[in-house]
């Protein structure tokens, strides 16, 4: 049996381990739907996550400052998503929420212009509107290291090096596209509907 406390000091039972999206859906389908993450015990971790002991559970939306840093969070890797399918060539490296907003750097052979961003926040919304569910999974630290030197991302390879050898690493998928990341991302790329591309500017490695 697994006792979950609510926010409102409320507790619900269930009958085993239960993933965040399932308490949600049991509180009622519209939260379930506006849910993009669940903080428990403290943490913001995905829905899918499983909870296996009794734990307090807050459910995680649009209207939270905590929902909004995942928005940000999951739509920087839909940026990398929209780029890697227009500019296959182009390299992934960091993509970090920032105060206002967030940002994602690449190596690519020329500078993006205004038109790029155009067509990569064009891109953006045809992703989001598959509403594609992004996946996570978690690789020791020297097969994720071997995985993106395979697919020819040097940069995320170096970047994966400097985790110590004894941590496992998480990855997250959506589509064909997967990047490092330690989460939490929204549950599908249909959460992401408003964002805009505001400017482009130049980084050294």
Known sequence: MVQITLPDGSQ??????VTVAE???????????AALAGKVNGK???TSTTIDRDAQLAIITGKDADGLEVIRHSTAHLLAYAVKELFPEAQVTIGPVIENGFYYDFSFSRSFTPEDLIAIEKRMSELANKDEPVLRRVLPRDDAVA??????EHYKAEIIA??????D?????????????????V??????KHFKLMKVAGAYW
């Open 12 to 17: 619900r039972e269930f009958p085993g381990p």
């Open 23 to 33: 308490v949600a859906m049991s509180i009622g389908a519209g939260l379930a739907k």
């Open 44 to 46: 913001v971790v995905d």
């Open 147 to 152: 995985y993106f030197k395979n697919m020819g």
């Open 162 to 167: 400097s985790i110590p050898a004894n941590e």
């Open 169 to 185: 690493v998480s990855l997250y998928r959506e589509g064909n596209f997967e990047d490092l990341c330690r989460g939490p991302h």
């Open 187 to 192: 549950p599908s790329t249909g959460k992401l």
